[in-house]
């Protein structure tokens, strides 16, 4: 199986920690988005990353790689039979891409993809706005679900829709702007298990090696 995409895209780190969850392993090359390379260009002909090859499959966009590879595994990753959890792990991942992402991005441009790839300066301005105006709500929104229903997203058991919204959270840990300890405490305990998987420590020591590297390139 192949995987194509840096780590600093959450959508990639979203499959990093999916394969981990699965106990597969992957050869991994870290391609930039719109990269030229014809076997990326395969399996992602607009170029977007994360794209993936498994033999002569190809496919792109990480929520339907993942659904590939747990469905591959036969996997309870998605829910298992149960069409109320297989419900919830979607509800999830489409306000991940809606709500949590976009109000990430930002801090993920200013604070990692400015400094890491592009060599430019961060504007702290845009961060702040993110900080002060455009987490709290999420941040609230998911703690308040946490609050309810946890101690995992759908409830009971670790699911996929943990590895969705872990990987967009590892983004605020890496642009430093997750909330400060107390103010969410539902989400900080979820964050405390979340940091006890294997597969968010790998793609967290995965994106610091790749931040290192482009440092010192
Ligand atoms: N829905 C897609 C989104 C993928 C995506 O937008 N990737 C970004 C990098 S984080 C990209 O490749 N952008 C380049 C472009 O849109 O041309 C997924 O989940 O994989």
Redesign the pocket.
């Known amino acids: 199986m192949k995987l194509y995409g840096v780590p600093l895209?959450?959508?990639v780190r979203k499959v990093l920690f999916t394969l981990d969850a699965l106990d597969l392993s992957c050869d991994h090359e870290e391609l930039a988005?719109?990269s030229d390379n014809s076997a990326f260009r395969k399996t992602s002909p607009?170029?977007?990353?994360?794209g993936f090859a498994d033999g002569d499959f190809q496919i792109?966009?990480?929520?339907a790689i993942c659904r590939y590879l747990v469905t591959r595994e036969r996997s309870e990753l998605m829910g298992g039979p149960s069409p109320q959890r297989q419900a919830r792990i979607v509800q999830w991942e489409t306000w991940g891409?809606a709500d949590l992402g976009p109000a990430l991005l930002a801090p993920l441009l200013e604070r990692v993809v400015k400094p890491v790839r592009l060599g430019q300066a961060t504007d702290e301005a845009r961060v702040e706005t993110a900080v002060g105006e455009l987490l709290p709500p999420v941040y609230a929104e998911l703690d308040a679900a946490l609050a309810h229903r946890g101690p995992w997203l759908i409830g009971e058991a670790f699911s996929y829709a943990d590895i969705a919204i872990a990987s967009d959270l590892s983004t605020a840990e890496i642009a430093d702007v997750l909330p400060s300890e107390g103010r969410y405490p539902a989400l900080d305990g979820w964050l405390a298990r979340v940091r006890g998987q294997r597969g968010y420590q790998t793609l967290m020591d995965i994106t610091r090696d790749y931040i290192a590297r482009s440092k010192n390139a």
């Open positions: 895209s959450p959508f988005p719109g607009a170029g977007r990353i994360p792109a966009d990480s929520a891409d």
